[in-house]
């Protein structure tokens, strides 16, 4: 039961910390500091890739009308339901691969080298901190939000907001949801609709980092290592239901310049604990 409740605890921070711009990497690595899950080094790896996939489902039922590119028609001669396909949502999936394809062609190439290279306390705090600072002087800046919808959204905006997402890729810390609505605000989209962008571009992201995961770890789990990450999916799951609703109520009122100031004071702890204790 110890172990379950543990596991409940990841599920929780990774669904708060998956959508707000505060970094999911930054926080396990502190929890597991002082919470270690009684599993190996290799599975634990693992886990907290794919315990994001709670968090994708959340996105595709809070969103389903959004994401969903099939219309049902009515045939009234044949009394039949078709199947139609819906323009503007296959444009906004157009977008959503373009967005992805850097990521996804530097992660299948050099996942390794940048988890080597990268995945340390240090990178995580000056990427907390950098981009704290950037979230700051970015809403402190009158810029003009000329993209007000999905439908507005260009493959060249699409494509540059990738590359923010691939900044996140390699360097932990920056937080893939803070860095895609960082780039997104730059390039004059508005709070809302760079929100909604970031939540869809998780979909493609999460599931191939996760299938990605699994194929080198061999698909190959006991029935403990199942249940810990049936338990971790489903929490992951149900937190990020109320998350998301939170963040696009709160942007409506609110700008990121909190979590400008959160993502600092986090890196200083995280680089201040592990001077002292590594």
Not at 52 to 64: E, H, R, T
Not at 184 to 207: D, I, N
Request: proline letters at 2%; glycine letters at 6%.
């Amino acid at each position: 039961m110890i172990e379950i409740w543990k596991v409940i605890l990841f599920g929780i921070v990774e669904g708060i910390t998956e959508w707000l711009p505060i970094s999911s990497t930054g926080h396990l690595i502190l929890l597991d500091e002082f919470i270690k899950l009684n599993v190996s080094t290799e599975f634990y790896n693992v886990f907290q890739v794919v315990i994001q996939l709670g968090a994708i489902m959340a996105v595709i039922v809070l969103f389903w009308k959004e994401l969903n590119p099939f219309e049902n028609v009515n045939n009234c001669q044949f009394h039949k339901m078709s199947l139609t396909l819906n323009k503007n949502k296959m444009l906004l999936w157009f977008h959503i691969i373009i967005a992805c394809l850097p990521a996804a062609i530097v992660g299948l190439l050099f996942d390794d080298q940048i988890e080597s290279l990268f995945y340390n306390y240090q990178c995580v705090a000056v990427a907390l901190i950098v981009f704290g600072i950037a979230f700051i002087v970015v809403e402190n800046k009158k810029y003009h939000e000329r993209i007000h919808s999905l439908d507005d959204m260009t493959i060249q905006t699409a494509f540059i907001i990738g590359i923010f997402q691939l900044i996140a890729a390699i360097f932990p810390g920056t937080s893939r949801s803070g860095a895609t609505i960082l780039g997104a605000l730059l390039l004059g989209v508005s709070r809302t609709v760079a929100t909604e962008f970031t939540f869809f571009l998780a979909v493609p992201v999460m599931f191939g980092a996760s299938l990605l995961k699994m194929i080198k770890f061999g698909f190959v789990l006991t029935m403990h290592e199942v249940i810990i990450l049936l338990i971790g999916i489903m929490t992951s799951f149900g937190v990020s239901l109320f998350v998301i609703h939170f963040l696009m109520e709160y942007i409506k009122k609110h700008n990121f310049k909190s979590f400008g100031w959160y993502r600092i004071v986090l890196g200083i702890v995280v680089f201040i604990y592990f001077l002292l204790y590594s």
